[in-house]
């Protein structure tokens, strides 16, 4: 695993506090006075090797992890698992996870321990890319619009060609990052939506493969090895974030063929996670990270994304991303290449701070919970304020409305920048922009499930 190196640590430290005593430290003490010194200022954090890092990186290049006197070391993980493992047992105190693992953890579904986020870190940023071999397969079945694939297309252009290999006795196969990721449900989501079932999970029957009736066979792939795993024939495509999709564009193997966003139109992602304990610890510590994390943020989005080619630029580092400019740049400044040549505007491909994309919605934490429900996870049917009681245990605005205070409050940002923080209740009210139509209520999660037409209803069981 890699650490991105601290060695101006003391040298900072230093020079803040000379700066503090000589001038007032009229930007850092006057946050200080207001909301009380860090508790804990050596902080680790970690994250995988995905575009959607970039708050966590930008809010340490950007110094803004140190204005709050936080001295933040950024470590990248194998895996997901890992990750979470790490957190939980104090090794990181901190990191960029899948919307589902704070939950799922918290639920008791895997590991159980009580992991809260008080800050949503992007909005899209997942594709779903097809092996070379499948996309042919597909193409004539896609609508076409002057010559090239009308958008979005749906799984029902992927269905004859499931078929065909039932016909031949062979499986399909697609990857998708972890079994409570964004990505998993979205690749389901999508796959039911064209009609195909994406199998089923049953922990109370010791079946966690998420395979039980599937017409498609999903299994776990680390994100950057999808594209080498999709080459080598293993799997016939997947869902990943950035820039793994484009990364098969550019090495000829495969073919994005839907964006999270045609999926569901500004669809949560990942979110900061930590321990529900280090927050009751370290309550000003926490609260300093998420003002640093919300700069960066709007710093992302800033000017209709004039800062990306310089976050571009910082993501391809090796300790970040690692991946090529060119790759990176495809999706994070405002397109998105699908067959090689056909790049089209997607400026809403990533996003960091527009859109309250940084406030942790309770509608959001339900949604994800009525995907567990609909595949099996959550293995019964549960009431509707049970949805709601876990994710006001997880997703915590309070925090974050706290940081927003601060930083209203020391002239960073206006209170109208964060209209929507003081005026919501945590749910974004219905949504009805997902591919097939349905809305979704998250005050009513029990009707939603119920109006699906492939997965479990609310009161079934496997």
């Known amino acids: 695993m890699m650490s991105i190196n601290t060695g101006r640590r003391t040298f900072l430290k230093t020079t803040a506090l000379a700066v503090s005593v000589a001038m007032g430290s009229l930007a850092y003490a006057a946050g200080a006075y207001a909301l009380g010194d860090p508790e804990k200022e050596d902080l680790k954090f970690g994250f995988i090797k995905l575009t959607d890092m970039a708050p966590l990186a930008i809010a340490y290049e950007n110094g803004y992890f140190e204005d709050e006197g936080l001295y933040v070391q950024l470590e990248a993980q194998a895996n997901w698992k890992v990750l979470l493992d790490r957190v939980i047992d104090g090794q990181l105190d901190g990191a960029h996870m899948l919307a589902g693992q704070p939950i799922a953890a918290t639920i008791g579904y895997g590991t159980k321990a009580p992991v809260i986020t008080p800050i949503s870190m992007d909005l899209n940023g997942n594709a779903i890319t097809v092996s070379?071999?499948?996309?042919?397969?597909?193409?004539?079945?896609?609508?076409?619009?002057?010559?090239?694939?009308?958008?979005?297309?749906?799984?029902?252009?992927?269905?004859?060609?499931?078929?065909?290999?039932?016909?031949?006795?062979?499986?399909f196969k697609m990857g998708m990052v972890f079994p409570v990721s964004t990505h998993n449900y979205e690749l389901r989501y999508w796959l039911a939506a064209g009609g195909l079932n994406p199998g089923y999970y049953a922990p109370h029957k010791g079946d966690s493969s998420g395979t039980l009736d599937a017409d498609v066979l999903l299994s776990v792939t680390p994100p950057p090895q999808m594209p080498a795993t999709m080459e080598a024939g293993t799997i016939e495509g997947y869902c990943v974030g950035e820039p793994w999709n484009q990364q098969a564009?550019?090495?000829?193997?495969?073919?994005?063929?839907?964006?999270?966003?045609?999926?569901?139109?500004?669809?949560?992602?990942?979110?900061?996670?930590?321990?529900?304990?280090?927050?009751?610890?370290?309550?000003?510590?926490?609260?300093?990270?998420?003002?640093?994390?919300?700069?960066?943020?709007?710093?992302?989005?800033?000017?209709?994304?004039?800062?990306?080619?310089?976050?571009?630029?910082?993501?391809?580092?090796?300790?970040?991303?690692?991946?090529?400019y060119k790759v990176i740049a495809n999706s994070m400044t405002g397109t998105f290449e699908y067959e090689k040549g056909d790049k089209r505007s997607e400026p809403d491909f990533n996003v960091f701070f527009r859109y309250n994309a940084t406030y942790p919605y309770y509608s959001d934490a339900i949604w994800y919970m009525t995907q567990m429900r609909r595949w099996g996870q959550i293995s019964e049917q549960k009431s509707d304020d049970w949805y709601k009681d876990m994710a006001k245990k997880v997703y915590r605005p309070d925090i974050y409305k706290q940081a927003v205070?601060?930083?209203?409050?020391?002239?960073?940002?206006?209170?109208?920048?964060?209209?929507?923080?003081?005026?919501?209740?945590?749910?974004?009210?219905?949504?009805?922009?997902?591919?097939?139509?349905?809305?979704?209520?998250?005050?009513?999660?029990?009707?939603?499930?119920?109006?699906?037409?492939?997965?479990?209803?609310?009161?079934?069981?496997?």
């Open 132 to 171: 070379n071999k499948t996309w042919k397969a597909m193409k004539p079945n896609v609508e076409m619009e002057g010559g090239k694939p009308k958008h979005p297309i749906s799984a029902a252009a992927l269905k004859p060609v499931v078929e065909s290999y039932k016909d031949e006795g062979k499986a």
């Open 249 to 324: 564009v550019f090495k000829g193997i495969g073919v994005p063929v839907i964006s999270d966003n045609s999926i569901q139109k500004n669809n949560p992602e990942k979110v900061f996670g930590l321990r529900e304990d280090f927050y009751e610890k370290y309550p000003n510590t926490t609260i300093r990270v998420v003002k640093a994390m919300i700069r960066a943020a709007h710093w992302l989005d800033a000017e209709n994304n004039k800062n990306r080619p310089a976050a571009v630029k910082i993501l391809s580092k090796p300790n970040y991303v690692g991946a090529d």
């Open 405 to 462: 205070d601060e930083l209203v409050a020391d002239g960073t940002f206006k209170k109208s920048d964060f209209a929507a923080v003081y005026d919501t209740d945590g749910f974004r009210g219905v949504q009805d922009d997902f591919m097939d139509g349905i809305p979704y209520d998250g005050s009513k999660p029990n009707d939603y499930i119920d109006s699906m037409k492939i997965g479990l209803k609310a009161d079934k069981q496997l």
